[in-house]
């Protein structure tokens, strides 16, 4: 293991739950606004997840008031103060981009279940 392994080794958060895509989670983020800092709650689908070490990331999907709003978090970074799995979806894709098309009931996802 060469230097820049363990520098990224030791910068990788492993707070992070473990969640895939089709799941619906609320991303704490630190939002700052000129001196003062706040966290603003993002809770939506997970549409995307790009594996990796440092170069993680992942897509989330809500509606807000009609129109659909998608933010991508990079893993591992400091801006966000914790990810909170809500609940767990039943899907057979890896990217869920179809759900831009969808409105209304059809753009629901079965939830993970016993059967």
Same mark, same amino acid.
């Given at each position: 293991?060469?230097?820049l392994?363990? %520098?990224?080794?030791?910068n990788?958060r492993?707070?992070?739950p473990? =969640?895939?895509?089709?799941?619906? $989670?609320?991303? /704490?983020?630190?939002? !700052? ?7 603003? !709650? =993002?809770?939506? $689908? $997970? ?5 990796g070490?440092?170069g993680?990331? =992942?897509?989330v999907?809500?509606i807000? /008031?009609?129109?659909?709003v998608?933010k991508?978090f !990079? %893993? /591992?970074?400091? +801006?966000?103060?914790? !990810?909170? %799995?809500?609940?767990?979806g039943r ?5 869920? =981009?179809? %759900?831009r ?6 753009? +629901? ?7």
């Amino acid at each position: 293991m060469n230097a820049l392994d363990r %520098l990224e080794q030791m910068n990788m958060r492993h707070d992070t739950p473990a =969640f895939r895509t089709g799941d619906t $989670v609320k991303v /704490h983020i630190r939002i !700052v606004e000129g001196d003062k800092e706040r966290i603003q !709650v =993002f809770q939506g $689908v $997970v549409v995307r997840r790009r594996r990796g070490t440092m170069g993680a990331s =992942f897509t989330v999907r809500k509606i807000s /008031h009609g129109v659909g709003v998608e933010k991508t978090f !990079v %893993l /591992h970074s400091p +801006r966000y103060e914790k !990810v909170e %799995l809500v609940t767990e979806g039943r899907v057979r894709r890896s990217r869920l =981009f179809y %759900l831009r098309k969808l409105r209304g009931k059809s753009a +629901r996802i079965k939830e993970k279940g016993f059967n």
